[in-house]
């Protein structure tokens, strides 16, 4: 063969193999779930290039052996032929060296081009196309793949049966060629989603709640049984209605004395039903009892969702490991967790957003401190200058004597110093923000980046509790707080804080001593 026709068949065999490495990383970086889509709606090569990527390993041995054959024939025919071609050029040159010296500098040029068209027309930059368009090469290269597919199997089947002769002494024979996704893994996924703008964070907030459901337990949302409203067949009829006039409720566990004798629970529709018939009379409640459903304590949400669906019973009455009455779970505590707070008409609704807390005038972004006093007392003062309503020294005595006492950063970059002063009207939040972290005795060692600075009525100790366990709340959520972390300004911060107020499950809108649940319906 001449050095032209040579030539001729590398350029081919150097396009053969750009064409099997695009194919290579093309259908492994491409979504399965993306290609079942397109076939749906018709795409050509849609279905095809899914059938590849089904049976990934057959099809990557194809590719392989293309590249492999490639290779070999781009070696073999393309070096010696340019070698011969510019030995041939360098023999016009005047006889500075031997012919010896004129082959081996031929040769060498010869490596050199040939290996860099190689790596880079034959490598990398189909690697890279691949790697930033996966759909559109996959579909591209569905169907030449496919032939070469076909082309080569009995080769191929010669070879995989080799393979996997050696696989099985491995024992990874039967490992499966695609794995799915870990709950980690998704939550990164959708976190990616929500920065490239495809979800919104509400939405991505639903998503982290529903993540949690599996794992939540039915004790941590029900109300406890000191709370619930109860109609007790002992208390006698006029107690009873006097409970039913007093509140808002739409069920009431019917109980012959406290809750552990809950025999079943009342519909107020079915109260009004008697009521308004003709001739009707404020009936017994225990006339109209429906079965209430009993649940232990440790049922997870997601099967105490399932089993009040099958009872058609919205009702739960949760028991302690001991069987007795732990408290009530409604379907509607249940779906907060989900979705967050869901008011009725009659709810008295207690604000205790963190966004209407934060005193923006009050924050620093960009906290640059020595220490951890320092910071401190410079957000401290910064707060003070912007809300007033305290003294400041009292304020900063009582915040470092607590800090001195019980250090604040709990981990995971974030410390919640606070303290309750008298005299204060409302409870004032200051956000600091460090660029470069504060070291600080955190449970996991990691230096503080940020810092909620909380001040509350000395006379409303439920206050700190609530807002504690909101933050506490606020530092699980992974996606909510690299967003902190990156907001521009306040009113970013304000903007994240409202959207976490809105989505927060049930049980993190609870202070921790005292529950505000209740049966609703």
Same mark, same amino acid.
């Given at each position: 063969?001449? *050095? ?28 399965? $779930?993306? +290609?079942?889509?397109?076939? #749906? ?10 059938? *590849? ?9 194809? *590719? ?28 016009? /040159? ?27 027309? =034959? ?54 060629? @695609?794995?799915? !996704?870990?709950?980690? @893994?998704?939550?990164?996924? /959708? ?19 529903? &993540? ?23 208390? %006698? ?14 069920? !009431? ?11 079943? !629970? ?20 225990? $006339? ?8 232990? =304590?440790?049922?997870? +949400? ?20 001991? %069987? ?11 779906? @907060? @967790? ?67 006492? &019980?250090?604040?950063?709990? =981990?995971? %970059? ?39 600075? *909380? ?18 709340? /606020? ?6 707080? #690299? ?10 911060? #304000? ?27």
């Amino acid at each position: 063969m001449g *050095i032209a026709a040579s030539l001729a068949v590398s350029v081919l065999l150097l396009g053969l193999n750009a064409f099997f490495v695009l194919a290579e990383f093309a259908i492994v970086k491409v979504r399965s $779930s993306r +290609l079942a889509e397109l076939a #749906r709606k018709g795409v050509p090569s849609a279905a095809l290039a899914q059938a *590849i990527t089904k049976d990934l390993d057959a099809h990557l041995s194809t *590719i392989q052996l293309g590249i492999t054959m490639a290779s070999l024939g781009l070696g073999w025919l393309g070096e010696p032929a340019l070698a011969q071609l510019v030995a041939r050029q360098l023999g016009r /040159l005047p006889p500075l060296w031997g012919e010896l010296v004129t082959h081996s500098l031929a040769f060498g040029l010869a490596f050199v081009f040939i290996t860099g068209s190689h790596v880079v027309v =034959g490598e990398l930059a189909p690697k890279s196309l691949a790697i930033r368009r996966p759909e559109a090469f996959a579909l591209w290269c569905a169907r030449p793949l496919s032939f070469f597919h076909t082309a080569f199997f009995i080769p191929m089947s010669v070879l995989n049966w080799l393979s996997n002769r050696f696989l099985g002494l491995t024992g990874l024979l039967h490992a499966p060629s @695609e794995y799915g !996704y870990s709950l980690d @893994e998704m939550r990164a996924l /959708l976190s990616q989603a929500q920065e490239q703008g495809l979800l919104s964070l509400r939405r991505l907030l639903f998503f982290e709640n529903l &993540f949690d459901f599996g794992g939540t337990r039915l004790e941590t949302v029900m109300t406890r049984a000191e709370s619930v409203a109860i109609l007790s067949r002992r208390r %006698g009829r006029e107690r009873n209605l006097a409970v039913l006039r007093e509140r808002s409720f739409s069920r !009431y566990p019917l109980c012959e004395a406290g809750l552990d004798t809950a025999i079943g !629970y009342v519909h107020v529709r079915d109260l009004h039903k008697a009521l308004l018939a003709p001739g009707g009379v404020a009936p017994d409640p225990f $006339s109209l009892r429906r079965d209430i459903l009993k649940l232990p =304590g440790r049922t997870s +949400l997601e099967e105490a969702l399932a089993q009040m669906q099958a009872a058609r019973c919205p009702l739960a009455l949760v028991t302690d490991p001991e %069987g007795a009455a732990a408290g009530i779970a409604t379907l509607e505590d249940i779906l @907060e @967790e989900l979705v967050g707070d869901i008011h009725d008409e009659f709810e008295e609704v207690v604000a205790w957003d963190l966004e209407s807390l934060v005193v923006a005038e009050g924050s620093d972004l960009r906290l640059e401190a020595a220490d951890k006093a320092a910071a401190l007392k410079a957000l401290l003062l910064r707060l003070h200058r912007a809300a007033g309503g305290f003294d400041a020294e009292a304020a900063w005595e009582a915040l470092w004597r607590r800090e001195q006492a &019980f250090p604040s950063a709990m =981990g995971r %970059g974030a410390a919640f110093p606070h303290a309750r002063l008298a005299g204060l009207r409302r409870p004032l939040i200051a956000v600091g923000r460090s660029p470069k972290g504060i070291a600080c005795e955190a449970l996991d060692g990691q230096p503080v980046r940020l810092i909620f600075l *909380i001040l509350t009525p000395l006379e409303e100790p439920a206050a700190q509790l609530r807002i504690l366990a909101k933050l506490a709340a /606020l530092m699980s959520e992974e996606a909510l707080c #690299r967003r902190l972390l990156a907001a521009h300004d306040m009113a970013g911060v #304000r903007a994240l804080l409202r959207v976490f107020d809105q989505n927060l499950p049930a049980r993190g809108r609870k202070a921790p001593a005292a529950p505000a649940a209740r049966p609703r319906g």
